[in-house]
């Protein structure tokens, strides 16, 4: 941790000082490495790197060739879709409109009313923002698919949305559906704790203790500082979102994964459309 931007930004210097390991377990702006002395690891690596994908599938899978985007107007919302027009429009898709309402937004009524045509909409919308937007993009009758540049979205959320989330897609590192044994016993062991299946954000927590324990194993039960650091480089562990490492410079290296949204027995539930097996989570030119 920390969780949130502002927060990991603020105490990277002072963990850099002792070189005490910090590991991000969700995805930060690359410039938190600049505060880095060996000592960060980013988990899922950078807001970039999280929604790359997206504009490959979208223009490579889907044929999408025209795109508008809409995305939370901050740095994060930039960010976390930023990757996808990166990828789309190098691959020679065209972004035709970006809308960027303010954080906090719950109607969109102005952005809907003023959408142009596409192929495709892409999104990146903090989650309580995500429900009312499902619901009222289905009042406004627009038919363009949607694609979720990141999917920050979970169980609860497609709940409160109800049906108006069916079939969206997005990129992710983390699908509660996946079918590997360790997946399995991760959420069979969180539902019967907590009473509902785990989210991405629950994994990420798993997966960031499972790399530290890992490292601490490898040096022995030795926790000084350097050596953390440098077991943490050389680990490769199977996790629920699959197998995870570190780039030389401390990126996550890992699954991307394209899911969509279904129901199934009557709860909504993510689908594995596609997996980009083992990409270091950043993009070249960060």
Sequence with gaps: GPVWAHTALA?????AESKTPQILPNGHSIGIMKKSAGNLFMLKGS????????????????????AVVLHDDFVGGEELSGGFVKAFKERGGTIVQIQKPPLGTFDFAPYLSA?????????????????????Q???????MPIIHT?????????????????????????????GTDINRRFQKAFREKYGKPASLFHEAGYASATVF??????????????????????????????RLSFSPEGIGIGDSLIVKVIKKDGRYDTE?????????????SE
């Design 150 to 178: 990141f999917m920050q979205a979970w169980h609860e959320i497609w709940k409160e949305a109800g049906d108006a989330c069916l079939n969206t897609i997005g990129q992710i590192e983390y699908s509660a559906s996946l």
């Design 47 to 66: 807001h970039f790197g999280e929604n790359y994908y997206s504009g490959v599938y979208a223009y490579e899978d889907r044929g999408y060739r025209t």
């Design 272 to 284: 594995v459309l596609k997996t980009y097996k083992q990409v270091v989570r950043k993009i070249s």
């Design 11 to 15: 105490v990277a210097p002072l963990l």
């Design 213 to 242: 324990l890992e490292a601490v194993k490898a040096t022995k039960g030795d926790t000084r500082p350097d050596q953390i650091n440098k077991a943490l480089k050389k680990v490769s562990v199977e996790t629920p979102e699959g």
């Design 137 to 143: 993009y289905q009042q406004f009758g627009l038919k």
């Design 115 to 135: 959408m142009k045509k596409a192929d495709v909409v892409a999104i990146w919308l903090i989650p309580p923002e995500l429900p009312p937007f499902y619901k």
